[in-house]
């Protein structure tokens, strides 16, 4: 059994900030990649960012529409995944979703979702 918690979403003006975290917790052996998604009224869920470990401590990835206003980062003494969003826009309005591929301690290699953070950008 797998879980993943989100916080940190609100409403915030345009040009703001807000810090997003994610934990995970359960029958987990190690984690190869935990980002954010998000989903407009309307549109399909979209990848936000990301952090892929790797042999150099982990690499990120960015949707071209937050490089340079959010960042992703990682502690993964507490399996937990932060997402700092600056300048907010009114287009980032979304619910969004913390990920998350690992694998459990029976060995299985699987993907978890948490269940949505809404995000709301006023102009």
């Known amino acids: 059994q797998v879980q993943l918690v989100e916080s940190g979403g609100g409403l915030v003006q345009a040009g703001g900030s807000l810090r997003l975290s994610c934990a995970a917790s359960?029958?987990?052996?190690?984690?190869?990649?935990m980002g954010w998604y998000r989903q407009a009224p309307g549109k399909q869920r979209e990848l936000v960012a990301a952090v892929i470990s790797d042999i150099s401590g982990g690499r990120t990835n960015y949707a071209d529409p937050v490089k340079g206003r959010f960042t992703i980062s990682r502690d993964n003494a507490k399996n937990t995944v932060y997402l700092q969003m600056n300048s907010l826009k009114p287009e980032d309005t979304a619910v969004y979703y913390c990920n998350a591929d690992l694998m459990t301690r029976l060995g299985v290699n699987q993907r978890y979702w948490g269940q949505g953070t809404q995000v709301t950008v006023s102009s």
């Open positions: 359960g029958s987990i052996l190690s984690i190869n990649v």
